[in-house]
């Protein structure tokens, strides 16, 4: 059977769904992410993160741009955000987090764990005001139908939220996952999706010349009012899990991930002077399809005794995305001066042929993960994968294609050095995605090709009953993506990030929670484009440090009022890919940037079944301005003071 015919099959027997909560603790009122961290690389709960990474910067790389992302463990080919009521956690797995994952990938995974089956009838009801305005609405329901058997939930959500630009977007949503358990086996269909009906360009700021123009004030909003995209998101799929036997265990999934286009918009304003003197530019996009099938389904035969565990994989992945660029219509606004309101009159398009991209890549899989008690553990896996990808090009009506069979690996070594003291060496071979080109190249919005990364890393954790730390370093090697000389948006070096990361996460009381982490890094870019001038000795957007302290306190105080901070400190970084002499030879650089973060926390219990949770969360106290690098040459304003109010009735 095809991944797309399978894919068919499991989605004929969906209804829509959200995940079900966890029955011992409030669905929406007790969501505390510290609580969630077991380590200070990342996680995120609903709409808030702890960690010095995420799934768009993991140790300067976007491990969700990569392909990198799971549901429950199995392979996900992710286009589209999963709702949040889908997902209970998503974390970041590097380092020691990942030493006993199978098949992990170089630049980390992202790893979403779906919300487990509800034991007791519930429903939930939230309001959130939004940071820079808007509310989002949602209700939830949780129904156990037969004992633990059989469980559905499902939800409903409605949202205005605004950005830190200024621009809007009005959405939708509905998650419903029904939970089946027969024998020895759970099968989890779920969909969660809907609609943007209103998504504003966002104004891009494109400093391919070295002036970089002042932040504009919060919320003030540079696009055009007609600018206003459509889009639809969504997830479906459905997860099958458990024993055929004592020793044998099976797990997989089939996934379709949506993110069409009925309407889309990119303003660029490129700044060609020191006063902010602008070229402003629209481009109107046609109609745009994308939408990805993957799945994976693998067998474990596991023995398991007091004193080791030995588990043996074997499985295949596969993964068919579709994507539609170009087509777009042009439209030259003038030179006005950055910051400045510029309208125009929504004029009629005219657009060209679309191009269609596809991307068809496979993997047969083959692992080992040993576990002996008190010594350590071992994980060693080999892929032998299958990459074909093809470009049509709308206007020309050539197709350019491009093939790679390699073979992959991971191997990773954890050894008990004392009773509270470890140590891991591991690296990884991979095939990853290298996301899209941005909004001002020639080639905007393409899917990039996949390329080949390598990673070599190791570290030492010290548990200390009420705690751990981490110290590890590590290299990560793969092409660097930048402008050519006809402004498309290719491989045209080799990206080189070398760091240490360090970790902190204590429970010292029974009060007080800290994370603590850093990442400090020596990042560098060689090759031709680098020898030609078009690419500087630093890649853009990526600091030598980024570190983050989060903090929660437990009062004791009525209503369980817990205080919390984090504090953000991000240092120099590259706006720009290539140097200038009137820069002396160097990139223009943006200053570092710290930023503040504090808030509160409510619970009420008011009976064994109900409880109200209230969450204010002010961010970026001090409101410092600063710019956060996109793609190279490619700025948007970084997010500015704001408060975000969670309110919520879980019975």
């Known amino acids: 059977m095809s991944i797309k015919s399978g894919m068919i ?3 004929s027997i969906l209804v829509c769904g959200v995940a079900p909560s966890n029955p011992a603790r409030a669905q929406v009122a007790d969501d505390n992410v510290l609580a969630e961290s077991e380590d200070a690389f990342g996680t995120k709960v609903g709409l808030e993160s702890t960690g010095i990474y995420s799934d768009r910067n993991t140790r300067g790389f976007s491990p969700l741009d990569a392909g990198n992302a799971r549901i429950d463990g199995i392979y996900f080919d992710q286009v589209s955000f999963l709702t949040f009521k889908l997902k209970q956690t998503t974390a970041i797995r590097v380092g020691f987090g990942a030493v006993t994952t199978p098949f992990v990938a170089p630049t980390g995974v992202v790893d979403h764990q779906m919300r487990p089956f509800p034991e007791a009838y519930g429903q939930s009801v939230a309001y959130t005001r939004f940071y820079y305005g808007g509310t989002f609405l949602e209700h939830g329901l949780r129904l156990p139908i037969m004992g633990d058997k059989i469980a559905l939930t499902g939800g409903l ?32 269909p779920f969909y969660g999706g809907g609609e943007f009906t209103r998504s504003d360009a966002k104004p891009l700021a494109v400093v391919t010349d070295g ?27 459905a997860t099958l899990r458990g024993s055929l036997s004592d020793h044998l265990y099976f797990r ?35 109609a745009h ?64 042929g679309v191009n269609k991209g596809s991307v068809r890549q496979s993997s047969w899989m083959a692992a080992y993960v040993g576990i002996l008690k008190n010594l350590g553990s071992i994980n060693i896996g080999v892929q032998k994968a299958q990459y074909r990808a093809s470009l049509f090009n709308g206007t020309t009506e050539l197709t350019d294609r491009s093939r790679a069979d390699p073979w992959l690996y991971n191997a990773a070594l954890h050894l008990k050095l004392t009773r509270g003291l470890s140590a891991y060496v591991a690296t990884q071979r991979g095939l990853e995605d290298s996301g899209i080109a941005p909004g001002n190249a020639a080639n905007r919005d393409e899917q990039l090709p996949s390329t ?6 190791g570290g030492l954790r010290w548990d200390f009953g009420k705690g751990q730390a981490v110290l590890a370093a590590f290299e990560i090697t793969k092409p660097y993506f ?90 120099a970084r590259p706006a720009t890919s290539k140097t200038f002499d009137r820069l002396d030879g160097d990139q223009k650089m943006l200053p570092s940037v710290m930023v503040v973060n504090l808030g509160t926390r409510h619970l009420i219990h008011i009976d064994d079944k109900t409880n109200i949770g209230v969450r204010i969360l002010v961010q970026n106290v001090f409101d410092d301005a600063a710019w956060y690098v996109a793609a190279p040459d490619v700025l948007t304003p970084k997010k500015r003071r704001s408060v975000l109010v969670v309110a919520s009735l879980d019975f």
């Not at 630009?165 to 027969?182: E, K, L, Q, Y």
């Open 157 to 188: 959500g409605f949202s205005e939220s605004g950005q830190a630009d200024g621009a809007m977007s009005h959405s939708w949503a509905v998650t419903v996952r029904p939970i089946f358990r027969f024998g020895r086996f759970q099968f989890v």
């Open 9 to 11: 099959l499991a989605g």
């Open 289 to 352: 399809d994308n939408y990805t099938t993957s799945g994976e389904g693998i067998f474990v035969l596991h023995y398991t005794d007091e004193k080791s565990s030995h588990r043996f994989y074997a499985g295949y992945r596969a993964r068919d995305r579709y994507t539609e660029t170009g087509g777009s219509d042009f439209f030259d606004l003038g030179t006005p001066i950055h910051g400045t309101i510029d309208q125009i009159a929504e004029p009629d398009f005219e657009f060209t």
């Open 482 to 571: 930048s402008f050519d000389e006809d402004r498309n948006f290719v491989a045209i070096g080799e990206q080189r990030h070398r760091g240490v990361e360090v970790s902190l996460a204590g429970h010292f009381t029974k009060r007080f929670d800290i994370l603590v982490g850093g990442v400090m890094m020596d990042p560098s870019v060689t090759g031709p484009g680098r020898g030609a001038g078009l690419v500087g000795p630093r890649p853009a957007g990526v600091p030598k440090f980024y570190g983050r302290l989060d903090a929660n306190y437990r009062t004791g105080l009525p209503s369980d009022l817990t205080l919390t901070a984090s504090i953000e400190y991000e240092g």
């Open 252 to 286: 997989g999934g089939l996934f379709k991930s949506d993110a069409s286009k009925s309407k889309n918009f990119s303003e660029i304003y490129r700044v060609e002077a020191e006063d902010g003197r602008s070229t402003h530019s629209v481009f109107a996009d046609p």
């Open 452 to 457: 080949k990364s390598t990673q070599y890393e």
């Open 211 to 237: 002036y970089v123009p002042k932040v504009p004030p919060a919320s003030k909003y540079l696009g055009q009012k007609w600018a206003r995209g459509k889009r639809d998101h969504g997830n479906y799929g």
